[in-house]
């Protein structure tokens, strides 16, 4: 859909390697977020980008780490990735913070 | 830092009847209240939010009531139909802040 893409949209890696997932916007929006989607857990923030260089960590965020070096791009990165990562992970944007988040399709990572 | 608790986990109905799905949050400085619909295989989208200034507000078929001071909210689905078959999530924040879900309830209309 037009205005937000997260890519690739699967990956299955192995424990113990480096992955990164990759959200693109082309809204122009000051607001990024990355959830992960777990059954029984729902949507859990990860980390969040308040603007560019501006990241704070959300209630999940030991083993992830991101960056984001402009405002169109907001990447998660996982150092050495641990089945316990398998997820799908939802990208989100929003022009105001926490109101009307427009979430990316979702990457799921499978972490053998 | 926030946490939302949502409840029922699952909800069967037969279509036409109500749905109602109840949401309680921890910090009474929250100030924001989205619900979001998901159905299989898609995104998350926002469907109907309510601020704290405000006690109920409704959108056609769907209304969702805020109880400040017992620090819960609710979504009522009326005349429900198989196309609101979905996973449906609570969320809190407090104005710009992080956006806090809750776990989820996955709704079942069956004609």
């Known amino acids: 859909d037009a205005g937000i893409t997260q890519s690739p949209r699967h990956k299955v890696t192995e424990t113990g390697t480096p992955v990164t997932l990759r959200c693109h916007q082309t809204?122009?929006?000051?607001?990024m977020y990355w959830y992960r989607q777990d059954p029984g857990h729902g949507l859990r923030l990860i980390h969040y980008s308040y603007g560019v260089k501006d990241t704070d960590k959300g209630e999940v965020s030991d083993g992830y780490s991101v960056s984001r070096s402009k405002t169109e791009d907001f990447l998660l990165t996982l150092e050495s990735a641990t089945s316990s990562q398998t997820s799908v992970y939802f990208c989100a944007i929003s022009r105001t913070g926490s109101e009307k988040l427009f979430f990316g399709s979702g990457t799921q990572l499978s972490v053998l | 830092g926030e946490n939302v608790e949502q409840h029922p986990s699952t909800l069967s109905v037969q279509e036409g009847d109500s749905a109602v799905i109840k949401c309680t949050y921890s910090?009474?400085?929250?100030?924001?209240f989205p619900w979001y619909k998901q159905e299989l295989g898609k995104r998350p989208q926002l469907i109907i939010d309510i601020r704290s200034n405000v006690g109920e507000k409704k959108d056609q078929r769907i209304a969702v009531t805020l109880n400040k001071t017992a620090k819960h909210f609710s979504l009522h689905i009326t005349e429900t139909q198989p196309e609101d078959s979905a996973v449906y999530f609570c969320a809190a924040s407090k104005d710009t802040d992080k956006l806090i879900f809750g776990t989820g309830t996955r709704l079942q209309v069956f004609p």
């Open positions: 910090d009474s400085a929250s100030n924001y």
């Open positions: 809204e122009n929006h000051r607001y």
